[in-house]
């Protein structure tokens, strides 16, 4: 009895500060204020009809696409590559990979402005789906090499054995069979984009900006009781996320 | 009359040490040969390089006169049963058993018949929309064998098919691999570590040690009359002496530290003199009486009662000494007591010491 209680009181500890912004989000006050004087939906209503605030959510929804996109293609070959092979420097390998996650994102952002200047992709899309696709390489690394070094090896043979040659195997046997944690990967990735305000700062200019840049550009003007409606939305993005990646996992697709 | 052959078969993974040293081989059509030994002595390996996933370093292998050697295992028609079933998750029973008719692109008519078939060859007519997950070890077992043979191979190799069940299912899988067998008729070559599954099943066994063949015969032949030391210990029970054949005596046999014995002429004839080893198998040990000539004093230190049968663990002048009795104990045989067995002189089998 006593761990469960001390889990909960935990998980209140942990959950608290961000729960708290789902009854403000239905609050009538003009400012932020707890607990809120009353309740409205006025401020879901303000997000869902303002210009200012759908764009830069479509800009958010479009770049984590990207970044995700870029993040696969990076991630599927190397980790097939550092998982199945021997080679010389492997750590150092797993290192690299790992370093978007060790360098500090403000170090990270000062870096990518300099650089995506140069090639004039500073306030692109683009650009944000490039910094933000490399910095969504560790977490996708992480689950996709762990789904591979899960993955029976027989099962391929198994494949072979019965006259699928490499392509066959790979389309049949081995894409299926990952296809969950390639999935939970790739859902990481973008959540990890979807939710990234430091780089975002710095290089998605006028011509991109994301929901999270936007949310600190309004805290900081006008302290916008929207942001806690914006808030609540990426919370439960976030929550539904890895509700649908649990599922995933639990239970591996039943068809080819 | 060979139809698969392995003609010298090396695999080195280092450049140094060889994991299969040197193995030929010839399987018969239709034969049940068990690759046996101890793990890391290269019979997994063996039987990787006949299905393709590993290439030999040097050797050949050929079937039915085709050379195999450097054909991808998809090239090959060899079907492949693996310890731990390697049956496809995310496909039912039905799918998994018509994958390989789909690969090799079998008549659509054709395959659903063939699955059918080998779903009710291996008992499991019933699951063929389950899942693999939805199956006890023993079921998914039996399906990665209607896989493995619903092409028609050429060969059947199975590594360890049973080696993750458990013992009463293990044994009633035996004998259904055996039926399986005779119903198909298909060559399958076995690979075990389970001694006794060898014996009960194959009709060859090929003893490996160290990436060598030790011996290639019938279980019996491998029982009685082990061409080394090795596999005299490795299969069954062995009591093992040191000795000296004498060419002129006729059968006589100096055992070290336990004097003379006699033993088969012919066999003794057959080796000339020097240095064997002397194999008596503990269910030949017998209570000495008046008829046998090799009798041994012993005093009883162990009893090991298994119901059927009695284990009496000895010590005869510093040689441990095993004795297998069917039954129950005798009153003479007891802990602590000093007891004479003997063994008849072509219980006695010969090794040549090298």
């Keep these: 009895m006593a761990p469960l209680i001390l889990a909960f009181l935990a998980a209140l500890f942990l959950l608290a500060p961000i729960l708290i912004v789902v009854p403000m989000s239905f609050s009538t006050a003009i400012s932020f204020q707890f607990p809120p004087p009353a309740y409205w939906l006025g401020y879901y209503r303000k997000f869902f009809t303002s210009e200012a605030w759908l764009e830069p959510a479509l800009n958010s929804f479009v770049i984590a696409l990207g970044a995700m996109a870029l993040t696969m293609?990076?991630?599927?070959?190397?980790?097939?590559?550092?998982?199945?092979?021997?080679?010389?420097?492997?750590?150092?390998?797993?290192?690299?990979?790992?370093?978007?996650?060790?360098?500090?994102?403000?170090?990270?952002?000062?870096?990518?402005?300099?650089?995506?200047?140069?090639?004039?992709?500073?306030?692109?899309?683009?650009?944000?789906i490039v910094a933000h696709g490399v910095l969504a390489v560790p977490v996708a690394f992480l689950v996709i090499t762990a789904t591979l070094k899960g993955f029976d090896r027989n099962l391929e043979r198994a494949a072979m054995s019965a006259g699928a040659g490499p392509l066959r195997t790979f389309v049949h046997v081995t894409l299926p069979v990952l296809r969950p944690g390639m999935l939970v990967g790739a859902l990481f990735a973008f959540l990890s984009s979807f939710n990234e305000a430091v780089v975002a700062l710095f290089i998605a200019g006028r011509g991109a900006v994301t929901l999270p840049k936007k949310m600190y550009e309004s805290i900081r003007l006008e302290s916008d009781p929207v942001i806690a409606v914006v808030s609540t939305l990426l919370v439960s993005a976030v929550v539904l996320g890895v509700l649908a990646s649990l599922l995933v996992r639990r239970r591996p697709s039943p068809n080819v | 009359m060979a139809?698969?052959?392995?003609?010298?078969?090396?695999?080195?993974?280092?450049?140094?040490v060889n994991a299969v040293d040197d193995v030929s081989l010839d399987i018969a059509r239709g034969e049940f040969l068990t690759l046996l030994g101890?793990?890391?002595?290269?019979?997994?390996?063996?039987?990787?390089?006949?299905?393709?996933?590993?290439?030999?370093?040097?050797?050949?292998?050929?079937?039915?006169?085709?050379?195999?050697?450097?054909?991808?295992?998809?090239?090959?028609?060899?079907?492949?049963?693996?310890?731990?079933?390697?049956?496809?998750?995310?496909?039912?029973?039905?799918?998994?058993?018509?994958?390989?008719?789909?690969?090799?692109?079998?008549?659509r008519a054709q395959q659903a018949m063939r699955v059918g078939q080998m779903l009710r060859l291996v008992g499991l007519a019933d699951y063929a929309d389950r899942y693999p997950r939805e199956l006890s070890g023993g079921q998914q077992q039996r399906v990665a064998l209607a896989r493995g043979l619903v092409f028609n191979p050429d060969v059947l190799l199975l590594d360890?098919?049973?080696?993750?069940?458990?013992?009463?299912?293990?044994?009633?899988?035996?004998?259904?691999?055996?039926?399986?067998?005779?119903?198909?008729?298909?060559?399958?070559?076995?690979?075990?570590?389970?001694?006794?599954?060898?014996?009960?099943?194959?009709?060859?066994?090929?003893?490996?040690?160290?990436?060598?063949?030790?011996?290639?015969?019938?279980?019996?032949?491998?029982?009685?009359?082990?061409?080394?030391?090795?596999?005299?210990?490795?299969?069954?029970?062995?009591?093992?002496?040191?000795?000296?054949?004498?060419?002129?005596s006729g059968g006589r046999v100096e055992l070290d530290g336990l004097g003379l014995i006699q033993a088969d002429p012919e066999a003794c004839r057959r080796i000339g003199g020097g240095l064997v080893d002397v194999l008596v198998r503990p269910e030949r040990l017998q209570l000495a009486g008046p008829a046998l000539p090799n009798t041994i004093s012993m005093k009883i230190a162990v009893i090991v009662n298994y119901g059927d049968s009695v284990l009496v663990i000895?010590?005869?002048?510093?040689?441990?000494?095993?004795?297998?009795?069917?039954?129950?104990?005798?009153?003479?045989?007891?802990?602590?007591?000093?007891v004479t067995v003997a063994w008849s002189p072509t219980d006695a089998h010969l090794i040549p010491h090298v």
């Excluded at chain 1, 070959?77 to 750590?91: E, N």
């Excluded at chain 2, 458990?166 to 389970?194: A, N, P």
């Design chain 2, 160 to 248: 360890e098919p049973l080696g993750a069940l458990d013992k009463s299912l293990r044994e009633q899988m035996q004998v259904e691999l055996k039926r399986i067998h005779r119903e198909v008729g298909v060559t399958m070559v076995y690979v075990t570590h389970d001694q006794t599954e060898a014996m009960t099943m194959s009709d060859r066994i090929a003893v490996f040690n160290r990436g060598r063949l030790e011996q290639v015969a019938p279980p019996l032949e491998v029982y009685h009359r082990p061409r080394t030391r090795f596999v005299g210990e490795f299969i069954g029970d062995s009591n093992f002496f040191r000795g000296t054949v004498d060419p002129a």
């Design chain 2, 38 to 107: 101890p793990s890391g002595s290269g019979k997994t390996t063996t039987l990787m390089m006949i299905a393709g996933f590993e290439e030999p370093t040097r050797g050949a292998i050929e079937l039915a006169g085709e050379d195999l050697t450097r054909r991808k295992p998809y090239e090959r028609n060899i079907g492949v049963v693996f310890q731990n079933y390697a049956l496809f998750p995310h496909m039912t029973v039905a799918r998994n058993v018509a994958f390989p008719l789909r690969m090799r692109r079998f008549p």
């Design chain 2, 314 to 338: 000895g010590d005869a002048g510093g040689h441990p000494i095993r004795m297998r009795m069917a039954g129950a104990p005798l009153d003479a045989v007891r802990e602590g007591a000093t």
């Design chain 1, 73 to 128: 293609l990076l991630v599927v070959p190397a980790a097939f590559g550092y998982v199945r092979y021997r080679f010389r420097g492997k750590s150092v390998v797993n290192l690299l990979m790992m370093s978007p996650l060790i360098v500090p994102h403000v170090v990270s952002a000062l870096a990518y402005y300099g650089f995506l200047g140069r090639l004039k992709l500073a306030g692109t899309h683009l650009g944000v």
């Design chain 2, 3 to 16: 139809y698969l052959r392995l003609a010298g078969l090396v695999k080195s993974y280092d450049g140094r």
